[in-house]
């Protein structure tokens, strides 16, 4: 029986499904390089490539960062995208995606990958679900259908995706919800994550690019299984070499373009609720780290609190969480809170803030807030933003930017989009460079 395991290095169980490994099947390691303050800078090593943290993870909803290629997010330096295991389920199933050999190689991106659980969403649908203690029966939002989420189905689904790190099934508290409530919601979602567990560890090596799934090779020939998946034929596409490089690699020393999964497992994330109780909070955060898991996130925030509670519950939470694991905060938030959380220590975040905001024409800079759709930059041939090293604002105007998104074209939305992910990130570059002690005129 499973009773937890460390980061990267499962237990002697886990022979059980690799009896012919000389080594144990690894998932994801984090290493602390420069403690600053609260704050610290880190390497987490993922089965798809090393993520520098804090990191600031782009949201890819359904396979795709809305307006942008692989290769723009390759070229702009993300490391990690987040994908929704609810919107993937709808569409299109998780079934199609496995049979293309999982999420990676069906979207052609060979960093890591991050999925949510899908409850967050399910949650948000408000009069189209009902929660029990088995799981969140939902209608879907594209056509009325009835669908069903268990802590269970939640891993199946995650684990048929492939997702380098994945999410335990959790309730999201509303806000504001009274504490009987709060507490119910709380042991609910402590139960689920080791529902969420028992389960994961039962079927983790059912990931379509490692585990035991690929066992069949190991005995005959030591190919890249991660190249060649078994049933997902790449018919002659390629992921481009450039999609990883030296720093990727989670063995540093295999260049070959094609990733080696061998025995490598994803990682399973658990998540601590609480509402907006700092009691309560503490008391998740301790039965979930007694549960055990390789990283935890702060979920059920920016529900419509305000911003100042958002940061003190974050902050009387992370106190309770190990420093020696991943610290994800879901779904925040403004690039000055970014700043603030990674300063905190918390070591990965993401927000649709950027790429939304984007496409309605609100634009991140180091003057702030910019509403490129203002008759004020009608004739303005300045870059959006000086200080921005972004091939945007090294080639276009604002007068043309504010023409594009009035004339509703289309590269208005990839422009925009490219420059606001290039802010978040460089923004958490300085923060993560700042605490290595390299950082130049930024605080
Ligand atoms: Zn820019």
């Given at each position: 029986m499973c009773d937890g395991f460390d980061v990267g290095i499962s237990r002697p169980c886990d022979l059980l499904y690799l009896p012919r490994l000389e080594f144990l099947p690894v998932s994801i390691s984090f290493q602390i390089e420069a403690i600053s303050g609260s704050g610290r800078a880190g390497k987490l090593v993922t089965p798809h490539g090393v993520v520098e943290t804090p990191v600031f993870m782009p949201v890819?909803?359904?396979?795709?960062?809305?307006?942008?290629?692989q290769d723009l997010l390759e070229e702009l330096g993300v490391r990690i995208l987040l994908g929704n295991t609810y919107h993937l389920y709808l569409r299109p199933g998780v079934d199609i995606v496995r049979r293309m050999g999982g999420l990676h190689r069906f979207m052609s991106w060979e960093r890591a990958i991050l999925t949510d659980s899908g409850g967050f969403q399910v949650f948000s649908l408000n009069e189209l679900r009902k929660v029990t203690e088995e799981g969140a029966t939902f209608r879907s939002h594209l056509d009325g259908a009835s669908h069903f989420l268990s802590p269970e189905r939640s891993m199946e689904i995650q684990i048929g995706l492939g997702a380098d790190i994945v999410m335990a099934f959790d309730e999201c508290t509303e806000y504001p919800a009274d504490g009987a409530r709060v507490r119910a919601s709380m042991e609910m979602t402590l139960r689920w994550a080791g529902r969420s567990k028992r389960y994961f560890e039962e079927h983790k090596n059912e990931v379509p690019w490692g585990?035991?799934?690929?066992?069949?090779?190991l005995s005959s020939q030591p190919v890249a299984l991660g190249s060649q998946p078994p049933g997902a034929s790449r018919q002659g596409l390629q992921i481009p070499?450039?999609?990883?490089?030296d720093n990727s690699?989670?063995?540093?020393?295999?260049?070959?373009?094609?990733?080696?999964?061998?025995?490598q497992t994803q990682a399973l994330f658990g998540i601590v609720q609480g509402g907006m109780d700092r009691e309560l909070r503490r008391e998740s955060a301790l039965r979930t780290v007694e549960i055990g898991f390789p990283g935890y996130a702060i979920g059920g925030l920016s529900v419509g609190e305000p911003r100042e509670l958002t940061r003190e519950i974050v902050e009387s939470t992370l106190e309770f969480l190990p420093a020696d694991k991943p610290r994800y905060l879901m779904g925040v938030g403004t690039p000055e809170e970014i700043a603030l959380y990674g300063g905190m220590g918390v070591d990965m975040m993401d927000c649709v803030l950027p790429t939304r905001a984007a496409r309605h024409g609100l634009l991140f800079t180091s003057e702030g807030r910019v509403s490129?759709?203002?008759?004020?930059?009608?004739?303005?041939?300045?870059?959006?933003?000086?200080a921005c090293s972004c091939f945007v604002c090294g080639r276009y105007s604002r007068a043309y930017l504010r023409h594009l998104y009035a004339s509703n074209e289309l590269l208005a939305q990839v422009l925009n989009t490219l420059h606001n992910l290039h802010f978040y990130l460089e923004t958490m570059r300085r923060v993560r460079e700042s605490m290595l002690g390299r950082a130049q005129g930024c605080t």
């Open positions: 890819g909803t359904l396979g795709s960062v809305k307006g942008i290629s585990g035991s799934s690929q066992l069949p090779a070499r450039f999609a990883r490089d690699e989670p063995d540093g020393d295999d260049n070959s373009g094609g990733a080696d999964f061998i025995g490129i759709k203002q008759v004020r930059y009608a004739e303005d041939s300045g870059p959006l933003d000086p």
